[in-house]
């Protein structure tokens, strides 16, 4: 087990609905240190990409997407969430269904900040269905902006998320793959070498 893969046995709950609960490191109270050396493997993985920019989707990819931003060197872009429907001209909108709170939410960044010119890493906290991270994708298709690849801390595989993106032909990298979750029972598809 890699050492993201250990805190989530050691501090990952099982709730119901397939949903894994990490707050106690990850997405309320974030440990910092855990966070260092995600920022460092991504860093790792994506070396070789000219990344310039790190998008992810408010609010619980802020906290690591800033810790890799660090990493790159590179500024951050969270997308921001939004009911209203009537934003137009200076936004990129895409429309993005919920995991978590089963509710369709706009998720916008403004056009000043995604150009063609950026190579983009997207960064989530969790990867289920694909759909924040199929946003993501819209909004760089739109901006026209290159997407380097989706980096996710917890991948749920028994979900379509990772399927749909690869589809697109995305590099998706995650640091924990988990296979089963149940009463329990964490388990995990061993890492990408
Ligand atoms: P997707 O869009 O891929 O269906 O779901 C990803 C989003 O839903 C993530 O941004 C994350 O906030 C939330 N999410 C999905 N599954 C879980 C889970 O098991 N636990 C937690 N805490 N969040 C999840």
Same mark, same amino acid.
């Given at each position: 087990?890699? +050492?993201?893969?250990?805190?989530?046995?050691?501090?990952?709950?099982?709730?119901?609905?397939?949903?894994?609960?990490?707050?106690?490191?990850?997405?309320?109270?974030?440990?910092?240190?855990?966070?260092?050396?995600?920022?460092?493997? +991504?860093?790792?993985?994506?070396?070789?990409?000219?990344?310039?920019?790190?998008?992810?989707?408010?609010?619980?990819?802020? /906290?690591?997407?800033?810790? !890799?931003?660090?990493?790159?060197?590179?500024?951050?872009?969270?997308?921001?969430?939004?009911?209203?429907?009537?934003?137009?001209?200076?936004?990129?909108?895409?429309? !993005?269904?919920? +995991?978590?709170?089963?509710?369709?939410?706009?998720?916008?960044?403004?056009?000043?900040?995604?150009?063609?010119?950026?190579?983009?890493?997207?960064?989530?906290? +969790?990867?289920?269905?694909?759909?924040?991270?199929?946003?993501?994708?819209?909004?760089?298709?739109?901006?026209?902006?290159?997407?380097?690849?989706?980096?996710?801390?917890?991948?749920?595989?028994?979900?379509? /998320?990772?399927?749909?993106?690869?589809?697109? /032909? !995305?590099?998706?990298?995650?640091?924990?793959?988990?296979?089963?979750?149940?009463?329990? !029972?964490?388990?995990?598809?061993?890492?990408?070498?």
């Amino acid at each position: 087990m890699n +050492f993201l893969e250990e805190r989530i046995v050691k501090d990952g709950i099982v709730k119901e609905g397939n949903v894994l609960k990490v707050d106690s490191f990850l997405n309320h109270q974030m440990d910092i240190h855990l966070f260092e050396q995600m920022g460092e493997e +991504f860093k790792r993985r994506f070396k070789d990409k000219p990344i310039n920019k790190i998008l992810t989707i408010e609010a619980s990819g802020i /906290g690591i997407a800033c810790i !890799v931003a660090k990493y790159f060197n590179a500024p951050v872009v969270f997308a921001k969430k939004t009911k209203s429907i009537n934003i137009e001209g200076e936004m990129y909108i895409a429309e !993005v269904e919920s +995991f978590t709170h089963k509710c369709k939410n706009q998720v916008i960044v403004s056009k000043k900040f995604l150009s063609p010119d950026d190579h983009v890493l997207i960064i989530d906290d +969790f990867l289920a269905n694909g759909e924040a991270a199929s946003g993501a994708i819209r909004l760089l298709t739109e901006a026209g902006a290159s997407i380097a690849g989706v980096g996710i801390l917890i991948e749920k595989s028994f979900q379509p /998320g990772r399927d749909k993106l690869i589809a697109q /032909g !995305v590099d998706v990298y995650s640091l924990a793959r988990v296979s089963r979750l149940a009463k329990g !029972v964490i388990e995990f598809i061993p890492e990408e070498c």
